[in-house]
């Protein structure tokens, strides 16, 4: 039998007030300790390790945090391994150091039932807590329902999973156990349900958006779940408008389009390459729209901690067409 290699949260917690000690001896400005939530990375043991590293770093300015990396590497022997550190900064002008936490742990697939009582005690009292789960294949497991428990928020990207149906279909079965829940798939939109919007500013347009009876949206590859959020979100768009339009769905497309089409109003927004087109019967605009990073699309998320209604009521809607399209 393989030795089991055990974790203990109270020297984790030992080892980080030693840091600090140690880190206070530096520099005669002294280290300004920030935390504002407790961050839980779950990611797998293949993943880019710096690449990874310098996403978490790169929310730590706008969004200091505890953050706790675990690192999932596949197996049947029971294995727990940890080290801590600091991520540090100073902000521009200023001498003072600014730090947080780090913990690094390494777990296998069959440890996975030991992480909880490992996490819990690590967990900043009285903080959000935000669990980014960038690995599907966990998400899929049964051991996640009880890891995801104590968080204050669970983000995931389903555009990850292998069809929207399936993503969807975990994303439902994990808000039914009371998660709250954010997508990263849905966090990429965010350009262009604030372009389309801006559309109906103008008043003419406005005046006419009765007019719409169609929501067309056309998607290629890597693009399906986020194809059922944005026709869900502008079909319900409209409705609470009392306008009621029929959304159609079709992979066709070599990235996103949607339309929004009536006897006498065409509405079209098309990703080209870095820009997002946006076009109004014959008229048409280009406005940047470069790839999103996990950085940045994470920084959107850690600042809605509290329930995002509008992503949850198009949750619901995009999960019933991404069934209703693959029948």
Same mark, same amino acid.
């Given at each position: 039998?393989?030795?089991?290699?055990?974790?203990?949260?109270?020297? @984790?917690?030992?080892?980080?007030?030693?840091?600090?000690?140690?880190?206070?001896?530096?520099?005669?400005?002294?280290?300004?300790?920030?935390?504002?939530?407790?961050?839980?990375?779950?990611? %797998?043991?293949?993943?880019?390790?710096?690449?990874?590293?310098?996403?978490?770093?790169?929310?730590?300015? %706008?969004?200091?945090?505890?953050?706790?990396?675990?690192?999932?590497?596949?197996?049947?022997?029971? !294995?727990?391994?940890?080290?801590?550190? +600091?991520?540090?900064?100073?902000?521009?002008? +200023?001498? $003072? $150091?600014?730090?947080?936490? +780090?913990?690094?742990?390494?777990?296998?697939?069959?440890?996975?039932?030991?992480?909880?009582?490992?996490?819990?005690?690590?967990?900043?009292?009285?903080?959000?807590? @935000?669990?980014?789960?960038?690995?599907?294949?966990?998400?899929?497991?049964?051991?996640?329902?009880? @890891?995801?428990?104590?968080?204050?928020?669970?983000?995931?990207?389903?555009?990850?999973?292998?069809?929207?149906?399936?993503?969807?279909?975990?994303?439902?079965?994990?808000?039914?156990?009371?998660?709250?829940?954010?997508?990263?798939?849905?966090?990429?939109?965010?350009?262009?349900?604030?372009? *389309?919007? /801006?559309?109906? %500013?103008?008043?003419?347009?406005?005046?006419? *958006?009765? %007019?719409?009876?169609?929501?067309?949206?056309?998607?290629?590859?890597?693009?399906?779940?986020?194809? &059922?959020?944005?026709?869900?979100?502008?079909?319900?768009?409209?409705?609470?408008?009392?306008?009621? !339009?029929?959304?159609?769905?079709? /992979?066709?497309?070599?990235?996103?389009?949607?339309?929004?089409?009536?006897?006498?109003?065409?509405?079209?927004?098309? /990703?080209?390459?870095?820009? *997002?087109?946006?076009?109004?019967?014959?008229?048409?605009? &280009?406005?940047? *729209?470069?790839?999103?990073?996990?950085?940045?699309?994470?920084?959107?998320?850690?600042?809605?901690?509290? /329930?995002?209604?509008?992503?949850?009521?198009?949750?619901?809607?995009?999960?019933?067409?991404?069934?209703?399209?693959?029948?």
């Amino acid at each position: 039998m393989s030795e089991v290699v055990t974790v203990a949260p109270d020297r @984790i917690l030992k080892e980080l007030a030693a840091l600090w000690v140690e880190e206070g001896k530096h520099g005669e400005s002294g280290v300004l300790r920030a935390c504002s939530m407790t961050l839980v990375v779950l990611a %797998e043991e293949g993943e880019d390790a710096s690449a990874l590293g310098e996403t978490i770093a790169s929310l730590m300015p %706008e969004h200091p945090a505890r953050a706790i990396l675990v690192r999932l590497r596949a197996g049947s022997e029971r !294995a727990l391994s940890e080290r801590v550190y +600091q991520q540090c900064w100073k902000p521009f002008g +200023q001498r $003072q $150091q600014i730090c947080c936490e +780090q913990i690094e742990l390494t777990a296998s697939d069959a440890a996975l039932g030991d992480l909880p009582s490992v996490l819990l005690p690590l967990i900043v009292a009285d903080l959000p807590v @935000i669990l980014w789960c960038r690995s599907p294949r966990l998400a899929m497991m049964p051991e996640f329902a009880e @890891i995801a428990r104590s968080a204050t928020k669970v983000v995931l990207d389903s555009a990850a999973f292998g069809s929207a149906g399936e993503a969807f279909r975990h994303l439902m079965a994990a808000e039914s156990r009371g998660l709250h829940l954010g997508d990263l798939a849905w966090t990429r939109l965010t350009r262009w349900r604030e372009m *389309l919007a /801006r559309v109906f %500013e103008n008043r003419a347009y406005l005046a006419r *958006l009765n %007019e719409i009876n169609a929501v067309n949206v056309t998607w290629g590859p890597g693009f399906e779940s986020a194809a &059922c959020y944005l026709g869900a979100w502008a079909q319900n768009a409209l409705a609470d408008a009392g306008v009621a !339009a029929k959304v159609s769905l079709a /992979r066709d497309a070599e990235s996103l389009r949607i339309e929004l089409a009536g006897s006498g109003l065409k509405v079209a927004l098309e /990703r080209g390459d870095d820009r *997002l087109v946006v076009t109004v019967d014959e008229l048409s605009n &280009c406005t940047h *729209l470069p790839p999103s990073s996990d950085s940045l699309l994470m920084r959107e998320e850690l600042g809605i901690v509290a /329930r995002d209604t509008v992503f949850d009521r198009t949750l619901s809607s995009a999960a019933r067409l991404a069934v209703s399209s693959a029948s």
